[in-house]
């Protein structure tokens, strides 16, 4: 007996003490505080932090296969990186009106979360008060939805939040309660006038946000149901991938390759064309290059004349999707290309990083980055703050 109360003690010591991390809270998930340093080496080239402090801008990226959600600014020309915990983040969306920032977890079950910029603090007599610089963004909210959606691309459209549901080959409309409603899909996946939404088809991928969904444009690997599916092997992907209108549900543009991040900038369709690492536009039903990068290019925010492309290493077991790149010299970084000229103007690379899926920016007015700084963590700061902090609207 004497020594099961030992043993049960030594338990319950070792449970008091865990989840004391706030990276662990706010990811909820335990390994966010084992976070591998290396990871976090950042190599920086050009003009990529006069670019940001000229802009006033924050720039987000989701690096999916570590899990981490990644902060870059220069308030006043001061280079700002930071970080964030998330288990395998792809999609991203800021609505810039509200001051908030969505980003699709997309493991079984899927979720959502939302940030926004602390304003504050709470008054306390219990703990030092920490305001910390810049407004870090902060979980709010995160809502589960069924693994089976398979969330890739987010969007803002009238107001309300919608995302490429890759497993259903539809665009849904999110709810804020787990709910969700399709709302669009292409006509290719339809069989006898019924859409097959009960598997991944043809990679339906990304969402070029126009003022409705009609007037919006949708990435795919594919523009037919094929005996063989997104994943495996022998999935044919060169020259068969496509832009969807949203408006007729027919291809726009074909003739791409694994394309992601379809954006519109006017009435310009901007799109990555990963399996050749380029980033260009759709003009007259062709794709036309504007930029070719060292990597399989995924993840496309755009600010002015300014492309943001993000571009990840090719995964040797999926190589044959990446026909027109050189699989071990790809790089894990973001580029700022000018859009008129296709000059790459300054880029930020990871050396020990690997896949990005997203890109977009949030002015560093409102705020700049993240809670957790790459070059140092502060413990007892971090618990200050994440004990009292305040956001917009809160009292």
């Not at 449970?15 to 335990?30: E, L, T």
């Not at 703990?127 to 979980?139: A, C, E, R």
């Not at 959606?149 to 259903?168: K, P, S, T």
Request: aromatic letters at 10%; one cysteine or more; glycine letters at 10%.
């Amino acid at each position: 007996m004497k020594s099961r109360k030992g043993g049960n003690a030594r338990m319950w010591a070792r449970h008091f003490a865990q989840w004391r991390d706030p990276a662990q809270i706010c990811s909820q998930w335990r390994e966010a505080s084992e976070l591998e340093p290396r990871l976090l080496k950042t190599e920086v080239s050009g003009r990529w932090w006069e670019i940001l402090a000229q802009l006033q801008i924050t720039l987000l990226i989701t690096r999916e296969y570590e899990h981490l959600l990644m902060a870059a600014s220069a308030p006043k020309g001061t280079p700002v990186l930071s970080f964030l915990p998330m288990p395998h983040p792809s999609g991203l969306a800021i609505d810039r009106a509200k001051k908030t920032a969505y980003v699709a977890s997309t493991r079984n079950p899927n979720q959502v979360y939302a940030l926004r910029p602390a304003a504050g603090a709470l008054p306390r007599r219990d703990s030092q008060q920490t305001v910390m610089k810049g407004s870090p963004l902060v979980p709010v909210t995160s809502v589960f939805f069924p693994g089976c959606l398979y969330l890739h691309d987010l969007a803002i459209i009238g107001e309300r939040l919608y995302a490429n549901a890759v497993g259903h080959n539809a665009i849904v409309r999110l709810g804020s309660q787990g709910t969700f409603e399709r709302v669009w899909w292409p006509r290719c996946v339809e069989r006898r006038g019924k859409p097959e939404f009960s598997c991944n088809h043809i990679q339906l991928n990304s969402i070029a946000a126009g003022k409705t969904l009609r007037d919006s444009f949708f990435s795919a690997s594919s523009a037919e149901i094929a005996r063989f599916r997104p994943g495996h092997l022998a999935y044919k992907v060169d020259g068969r991938g496509v832009i969807f209108s949203g408006r007729t549900r027919e291809p726009v543009c074909q003739g791409l390759t694994r394309p992601h991040s379809a954006r519109l900038k006017g009435r310009q369709i901007w799109v990555d064309n990963s399996g050749y690492g380029e980033v260009g536009v759709v003009e007259s039903g062709r794709f036309g290059a504007v930029c070719r990068l060292p990597g399989w290019t995924r993840g496309l925010g755009l600010n002015g004349d300014i492309a943001f492309v993000a571009t990840s290493r090719v995964i040797p077991k999926y190589a044959c999707y990446a026909p027109g790149l050189d699989g071990p010299k790809s790089k894990c970084g973001v580029h700022a290309v000018s859009c008129s000229t296709g000059a790459v103007l300054g880029s930020m690379l990871w050396p020990n990083g690997n896949q990005i899926f997203a890109v977009d920016w949030i002015s560093n007015k409102d705020t700049t980055g993240l809670p957790f700084h790459i070059r140092s963590r502060r413990r007892q700061q971090e618990i200050a703050f994440f004990y009292s902090y305040l956001t917009d609207g809160a009292t």
